[in-house]
């Protein structure tokens, strides 16, 4: 079998039901394509994809839970995918993130094949350099309004999402591979690193105050000098975390 | 600060025409107390430039004083108060000014004698006169500038009003409500072909009901109502079941008047931010009543828990409270509260039934 035919199993996300009508009808039209999951909100679509792990997602972007931006940041792997909206301007975050295509509601068939087409040739020129696959962080803040911080974590569990708000995060503690994402007496393990996390975030609610760790700056009760040189920093839930010494100078600015 | 100031152009202007007052006034002065030309413009001018500046010093009076009913008595008395003090002020001045010319520069004791005779006289009267011409130009202006300045605020109210009501209307014509539409017609065209017809004609009707609402001043809340309907139906199309619609409007709000397009927005909001970000969906509630004398109405929409703001809601609560404004509906309110999962806009409008105006 050459990749030429090689079946492209979709997956259709948009919360309205006649436009997942639609790219059903026309994808009718397409044999190579298979459907194999159809979701109507971001949460289905991250469950669908840890099960089926689809080739290719077409993809709305306001949705309920996640928008589409959202989905992508917590698809792995990644699959090929064709944005469809009715708004034209998150097109250049879809360029971003390396959409292969970016369809705007309404569109017609052949736009459509269009799509089909690139994505097929992205596939064909597999192995597509590392470089070219945005990092999560990237993915992150092309979620992000322009000029805006995070405003919510989400964190995947196997096929579950977890929406963690700032204002209930106690802190982040780098764990290798993963991020602790403490909050609220529960902790959740998110795939990147602490730094990746920590640049989406307000620099003036939180502070890295050590290479393992950030806390929010209201979450920190008093700061106590523990040896020449070396402080920790007691946190209103009695947690103590060791603070560096650019962590304490960052600190210092803040409070 | 004086507004001559903020003009050096102006102020050098001012400069220049006291110093002619004062060339003038040793002219006259020359024809009192003969004395060579240089003599008598020395003795003139400065004194003549220190009034001129002086008496600027009435346009913070004038302002701290404004001619309004009941207060005129008490600003002219203030203002003779000040001229009499500003001539008494300038007297001295030109008296000492001129025992420092005619003595100590000239020393010639007959023009100093001539001049005794004229002052204080003459320095007196001037001064008060200066000051008082100053205050009345000063008045001038200021009432000047009140009058502009209302006319100003007038006119900007007026655009500001123009400006919230084609906003509606080009909110009314949300492009991607349109480009949302015809993509669910274009799946409709597949599956369903008679819907897809039905739904042509729905969009077009809302279309021109919206643009004729749109050109009159006001309306009866049941025809803004029907609009609604009219983009409900087409949103019900859309989101399906996740989109369910209460309404309870009782007859005396039915026929109460509105602005046009006035719920059009809020109504739009609630489902692009309330509804159509749930999961489930749910119910928007539509309430209008009459309450002493008050229209309210309140529309009522879920809202996801997680979801952090609205976007871009409040630009639309904004515009209808700047539409509210307009209508001059003083005693209008607008609240917005967000409760747990539900969020309610409640618009408080005196309840008018009268004919259309124009």
Redesign the interface.
């Known amino acids: 079998m050459t990749s030429e035919t090689t079946v492209l199993r979709a997956m259709l996300v948009d919360?309205?039901?006649?436009?997942r009508?639609?790219l059903r009808?026309y994808l009718g039209s397409h044999p190579d394509v298979t459907i194999v999951a159809e979701c109507?909100?971001g949460?289905e679509a991250v469950k669908a994809a840890a099960e089926h792990a689809p080739d290719l997602v077409f993809l709305d972007i306001?949705m309920?839970?996640l928008d589409g931006f959202e989905v992508l940041e917590l698809l792995e792997p990644r699959p090929h995918v064709v944005f469809c909206t009715?708004?034209d301007e998150y097109a250049l975050k879809a360029f971003e993130v390396n959409a292969a295509d970016y369809l705007?509601?309404?569109?017609?068939r052949e736009r459509l094949a269009d799509a089909l087409t690139r994505v097929r040739e992205r596939r064909r020129a597999a192995g597509t350099p590392a470089a070219a696959v945005p990092s999560p962080a990237a993915l992150a803040a092309a979620a992000r309004?322009e000029g805006r911080f995070a405003?919510?974590l989400l964190v995947r569990d196997g096929a579950n999402v977890h929406?963690v708000?700032l204002d209930a995060l106690d802190l982040l503690e780098a764990q290798d591979d993963y991020v602790a994402v403490h909050a609220g007496g529960k902790t959740w393990l998110k795939h990147a690193t602490l730094a990746e996390v920590a640049s989406g975030l307000d620099p003036s609610r939180f502070v890295r105050v050590h290479r393992s760790y950030v806390v929010p700056v209201d979450r920190i009760a008093r700061l106590e000098l523990y040896a020449k040189d070396s402080r920790v920093a007691i946190l209103r839930d009695g947690r103590e975390l060791p603070v560096s010494r650019s962590g304490y100078a960052r600190l210092r600015e803040l409070m | 600060m004086h507004p001559l100031f903020g003009r050096r152009f102006g102020l050098a202007l001012y400069a220049l025409a006291w110093i002619a007052a004062g060339i003038l006034l040793g002219e006259l002065g020359r024809l009192a107390v003969p004395q060579p030309r240089p003599f008598a413009w020395l003795l003139a001018v400065p004194p003549a430039v220190v009034l001129g500046m002086s008496v600027l010093s009435a346009w913070w009076l004038c302002r701290a004083n404004p001619l309004q009913e009941g207060r005129v008595g008490r600003a002219v008395s203030v203002q003779l108060q000040a001229a009499a003090a500003m001539a008494a002020a300038w007297a001295a001045i030109t008296g000492a000014w001129g025992v420092v010319v005619l003595r100590g520069l000239r020393h010639d004791p007959a023009a100093l004698a001539a001049f005794g005779r004229e002052w204080p006289l003459v320095p007196l009267a001037l001064g008060l006169l200066a000051w008082l011409l100053s205050a009345i130009v000063h008045y001038l202006v200021l009432g000047f500038e009140a009058t502009h300045d209302a006319e100003t605020r007038l006119l900007e109210a007026e655009v500001a009003g123009r400006e919230a009501e084609l906003r509606a209307l080009r909110a009314q014509l949300n492009p991607h409500f349109l480009f949302n539409s015809l993509n669910s017609i274009n799946a409709l065209v597949g599956s369903d072909p008679e819907g897809a017809r039905r739904m042509c004609e729905g969009l077009g009707d809302f279309l021109r009901r919206t643009l004729a609402l749109g050109a009159r001043d006001d309306v009866a809340l049941a025809e803004e109502l029907e609009l609604v309907d009219r983009y409900l139906q087409i949103e019900q199309v859309r989101f399906g079941a996740r989109l369910a619609v209460e309404r309870v409007i009782s007859p005396q709000a039915a026929a109460c008047r509105v602005p046009p397009l006035l719920l059009q927005p809020l109504v739009e909001n609630a489902v692009k931010h309330g509804v159509a970000g749930c999961v489930e969906g749910g119910t928007l509630r539509l309430v209008a009543d009459v309450r002493g004398g008050a229209l309210v109405i309140a529309i009522e929409n879920p809202v996801d828990p997680e979801t952090v703001t609205p976007r871009g809601a409040g630009v639309g609560l904004e515009n209808v409270r700047r539409r509210l404004d307009a209508f001059g509906a003083r005693a209008a309110r607008l609240d917005a509260v967000r409760e747990d999962e539900r969020f309610t806009v409640t618009l408080r409008v005196p309840a008018r039934t009268g004919e259309e105006q124009e």
């Open positions: 919360d309205e039901a006649p436009a009508a639609l009808e109507a909100n949460f306001q309920p839970k009715a708004y705007l509601k309404p569109f017609g309004p405003e919510r929406v708000t």
